[in-house]
């Protein structure tokens, strides 16, 4: 890398100056994180005299140490975590020693907190992975070992801890450190440096420990003022999401964000990425004034010397551009206790923007204990696994090992908004470039106009047997009637031939509806009246076909039945085989249904007639369309 210009030099000077190490110190429950982090603070004199007086008083009230400091204390701050004596949420602490500072965090080491491991993890520059001496390796030591791996974090300690309750065994630290070497040699990319010691007494934390003469290295402190801090963030091209668009008056419009790698000047030329327009910088706003450069890791809002469509969730880039895509592969680290089905829609945040994307497929997960991979169709909670994902939009992203900014992103639930995992993009899709749209002359409304109707989709869902295809045969035939164009896609009707593969569990129930969905956009593309009768038995799903089509195209009609009705109702026996046990994965039995929470129109299908029911859907459709 050539050397920085001059009137770079004094910023990356100050930049670096007593620099700046974030570690993350994770392990099984009960390894002595909390102990070890508060061991830190005590010893570097980031706890004040208050403080102090504290938890001395916690620390005979609460404390696990007979009376004397126990320095978890400071750390655990929640009220649930003293009851149950482990991590809950990432604590975030802030010390500093003569050579540098440090931010430290505290990850959960119980496997239902995972999630926050790996949000402590995501801007790491080191990882310190606490193992009992008295347990060795476990599953959770290599959960977050590979976690730390896919998250970019190569440089590692491998801090053996309670060393006192080994008898300071030299024989039994090399023994956990052959083990650790064999889970890393599965790994890879990892550096590693091993020290014994006890985080309760301090031994080898701070100071030498005269109880482990065999052991020659650093002590743990030693190490965190050495060990090179992260990645050249500032040497690496020039990369900022945009995070807001600023206008407060018709002379000034700028685009904010945080600079994630690379350098930026006045007059320095940038592409808006995904669109590739380009322009020049004009100004570096801040709000202490203008700068002459700015690096990564500082906020500002850079305006353009010239008009260019510029938005939130845009990445204005120089140099090489990054990469645009719509379909990636990706790791996925799997955090909600519902399971990540093959096919489910959700929304990917990756940089400042957020995109509907769909999961498929899934190629593989990792067995946790050999790190081989696995065969599957869904992710449970905890799982890692690698699969596909596209996205409803073309994206500017880079592989997660070249720019966490741009690589990394979460997986929410697209109903509550919730994070329901996380993900590392790897690449781009060679089909991602290679398939375009190709551009028709004659279009949706260009046939909608021949047939003289308002195209739309018209979803009927509910239990089985609550009356959908008989609704929507009697709907059908009242529009062919009137001169209208339809189409009706039953449930079963499609299962002997597009969805004949498909079977009745979660994942392929998800996929049953995503097929539905994306014919009847292409027969509403087509200009036609679409009536789908199908159970779509989850929300998700639903939500998910809804956002194929555009504003006021989208119907969904809950046919409402109470379940003893539908079973009555049953002429099949479906319901009396699985009550037997003898039909797996039975909506309304065994398998779940979630009614819908804001349909245009809910029919009550047990107390009124088929005919009446069709008549209230025509009814509606006549009235004007809403925009939602």
Not at 574 to 582: D, F
């Amino acid at each position: 890398m050539s050397p920085p210009p001059e009137d770079l030099e004094p910023l990356l000077a100050a930049h670096r100056q007593r620099s700046r190490l974030r570690f993350i110190a994770c392990g099984s429950v009960d390894d002595g994180k909390s102990t070890l982090i508060g061991r830190l603070l005590y010893e570097s004199r980031a706890v004040h005299d208050d403080h102090l007086a504290a938890l001395a008083v916690d620390s005979k009230r609460s404390g696990t140490r007979g009376g004397e400091l126990d320095f978890a204390l400071l750390v655990d701050g929640l009220t649930a975590e003293r009851e149950q004596g482990i991590t809950i949420d990432v604590a975030y602490r802030a010390f500093s020693t003569a050579k540098r500072h440090f931010i430290v965090a505290d990850a959960p080491g119980h496997e239902q907190y995972t999630r926050n491991m790996v949000t402590g993890a995501s801007t790491a520059d080191l990882g310190v992975v606490l193992v009992d001496a008295r347990k060795g390796v476990l599953t959770q030591t290599r959960r977050h070992t590979h976690i730390l791996s896919l998250l970019g974090v190569r440089r590692v300690v491998l801090a053996v801890n309670k060393m006192d309750l080994m008898g300071w065994s030299e024989a039994r630290f090399a023994e956990i450190c052959n083990q650790y070497r064999e889970l890393v040699s599965h790994i890879g990319r990892l550096d590693v440096t091993a020290i014994p010691l006890c985080a309760a007494d301090g031994d080898n934390v701070v100071r030498r420990s005269p109880r482990t003469p065999w052991y020659s290295g650093p002590t743990l402190l030693e190490h965190l003022e050495s060990v090179e801090p992260g990645e050249d963030l500032e040497g690496k091209p020039f990369r900022m999401p945009v995070q807001a668009v600023h206008r407060p008056s018709p002379e000034f419009r700028g685009f904010a964000g945080l600079i994630a790698t690379g350098t930026v000047r006045p007059g320095d030329p940038v592409r808006v990425m995904p669109s590739g327009r380009e322009s020049r910088v004009a100004r570096i706003v801040t709000a202490d004034g203008d700068l002459a450069v700015a690096i990564a890791g500082r906020s500002v809002t850079l305006t353009l010397d010239s008009e260019v469509d510029v938005s939130r969730g845009d990445v204005l880039v120089s140099g090489e551009p990054c990469p645009v895509a719509d379909q990636i592969e990706a790791t996925i680290i799997w955090l909600h206790a519902e399971p990540l089905l093959q096919g489910r829609s959700y929304d990917v945040k990756l940089g400042t923007r957020t995109v509907p994307a769909t999961v498929m497929p899934i190629k593989y997960r990792f067995d946790v204990d050999t790190l081989g991979h696995l065969s599957a169709e869904r992710l449970e909670l905890n799982e890692i696994g690698v699969g596909e994902l596209t996205f409803e939009a073309p994206v500017a992203l880079e592989p997660y090992e070249v720019n966490r900014a741009l690589g990394g992103f979460l997986l929410l639930d697209r109903r509550t908004h919730d994070t329901v995992g996380a993900g590392l993009c790897h690449f781009a899709l060679r089909r991602s470039s290679n398939v375009r749209w190709q551009t028709l002359d004659v279009d949706k409304r260009a046939r909608a106009a021949q047939k003289g109707q308002r195209p739309l989709v018209v979803w009927l869902t509910g239990l089985s047997g609550a009356g959908k295809s008989t609704i929507a045969n009697i709907v059908e035939k009242k529009f062919l009637a009137l001169g209208r164009h339809t189409y009706l896609l039953d449930g079963d009707n499609v299962r002997h031939g597009l969805n004949k593969g498909l079977g009745f569990t979660a994942q392929d129930r998800v996929e049953n509806v995503r097929r539905l969905a994306e014919v009847a956009r292409l027969m509403v593309d087509a200009g036609l009246i679409v009536l789908v009768s199908a159970i779509s038995p989850f929300r998700s799903e639903r939500a998910m076909a809804r956002g194929l089509f555009e504003p006021g195209e989208f119907v969904e009609v809950f046919v409402d039945v109470p379940l003893a009705v539908a079973e009555q109702r049953d002429a099949k026996g479906l319901y009396a085989k699985a009550r037997r046990g003898e039909l797996k994965n039975f909506t309304g039995i065994d398998s779940p249904y979630e009614p819908p929470e804001a349909a245009e129109l809910v029919l009550d299908a047990a107390k009124s007639s088929a005919e009446e029911c069709a008549d209230r859907i025509l009814e509606a459709l006549a009235r004007p369309p809403t925009a939602g």
